[in-house]
């Protein structure tokens, strides 16, 4: 996968099992290629394109940009919205379908006796599943102590049920520690879910085998 924009001098290769790290040095470039890189994932502008096979990908579609690791919420509503579509599926099948059909019709008698016993004119339809399961509260067990585990649960649950290919984390270092890195790099091995770190500067060593680009204050690309 390339990142091919009019801030890089050359496209810039986004491997896998391996940590990207793009360092712009400059602040005010750093700044905009950031603004400029929002607006290509938000609002469809052609600033920013990922070629992947010799073909463009829609960088909206397949792209999360993250800001901030304290704030990462693998319980939000549009990625239990896709979790309750999968476990709708999965209520209609055949080890369960059974005990389904018998919670339909006990439920439609409950409703029934209300409606009966209301003093209004009242109608029910059929169980809404996003809504049961809302309902029940069903959400990812998401109780991770460490800022790396609940990076590394979210990037597992977004990469499944959203497809999302491609992380692109603002700052990383600003948040992890070199073990934190490790265990990251660690993750990426097995994984062919790709991140990409935008930093506004390098001050740690440089992990083996890290995918570096560094744009120096001068906008030189070394």
């Given at each position: ?191 062919e879910i790709k991140v990409l770190a935008l930093q506004n500067k390098i001050t740690r060593q440089v992990k083996t085998c890290e995918n570096l680009r560094i744009v120096d204050q001068d906008l030189c690309e070394?």
């Amino acid at each position: 996968m390339n990142l091919v924009t009019e801030y890089l001098e050359n496209s810039f290769e986004i491997k896998s099992k391996t940590i990207n790290t793009l360092v712009i040095e400059d602040t005010k470039y750093f700044t905009k290629f950031i603004k400029a890189l929002m607006e290509t994932a938000n609002r469809g502008s052609e600033e920013f394109e990922l070629i992947e096979d010799f073909k463009k990908v829609d960088l909206s579609k397949v792209t999360e940009i993250i800001f901030d690791l304290f704030s990462l919420e693998a319980n939000n509503a549009n990625i239990l919205k896709k979790l309750y579509t999968e476990l709708e599926k999965d209520i209609n099948s055949e080890e369960i379908f059974n005990k389904k059909i018998e919670m339909e019709s006990l439920a439609a008698n409950i409703a029934d006796d209300l409606i009966h016993m209301s003093r209004f004119s009242l109608t029910a339809g059929g169980i809404n599943y996003q809504n049961f399961f809302k309902a029940l509260a069903i959400e990812f067990d998401y109780d991770k102590n460490s800022i790396i585990e609940k990076l590394i649960e979210y990037i597992k649950v977004t990469a499944d049920l959203l497809d999302k290919k491609l992380f692109i984390i603002i700052n990383l270092d600003s948040f992890l520690t070199e073990e934190d890195l490790v265990e990251l790099s660690k993750f990426l091995c097995y994984n062919e879910i790709k991140v990409l770190a935008l930093q506004n500067k390098i001050t740690r060593q440089v992990k083996t085998c890290e995918n570096l680009r560094i744009v120096d204050q001068d906008l030189c690309e070394i």
